[in-house]
């Protein structure tokens, strides 16, 4: 089992920049796919950006070029970088963990609220 814990979610203006910060519990994080995922009001949740086990990272279309996720294992920690931030970047975002060899394996933290607003 897998604690996720995210922080760093504020209140900012557009163009403003936020790091967001997801501990995660354990001794496997770094076999994990750790990811960042948001949801707006009204909206389903959705993909901002995973990084593998390996450090391959992946981007929604709408965040790229300004996002950027990283990891480091040694504090079993993931982050995500937002930069030139957007109203429409208003949302809750949740960290999530998974192993895709493992059947089942899957954790979302609690979330962490993020306001774009001038």
């Known amino acids: 089992q897998v604690q996720l814990v995210e922080s760093g979610g504020s209140l900012v203006p557009p163009g403003g920049s936020l790091r967001l910060s997801c501990a995660a519990s354990g001794s496997i994080f770094s076999m994990l796919f750790m990811g960042w995922y948001r949801q707006a009001p009204g909206k389903q949740r959705e993909l901002v950006a995973q990084?593998?086990?390996?450090?391959?990272?992946n981007y929604a279309d709408s965040v790229k070029g300004r996002f950027t996720i990283s990891r480091d294992n040694a504090k079993n920690t993931v982050y995500l970088q937002m930069n030139s931030l957007k109203p429409e970047d208003t949302a809750v975002y949740y960290c999530n963990a998974d192993r895709p060899d493992f059947l089942g394996f899957n954790y979302w933290g609690q979330g962490t609220q993020v306001t774009v607003s001038s």
């Open positions: 990084i593998t086990s390996r450090g391959t990272t």
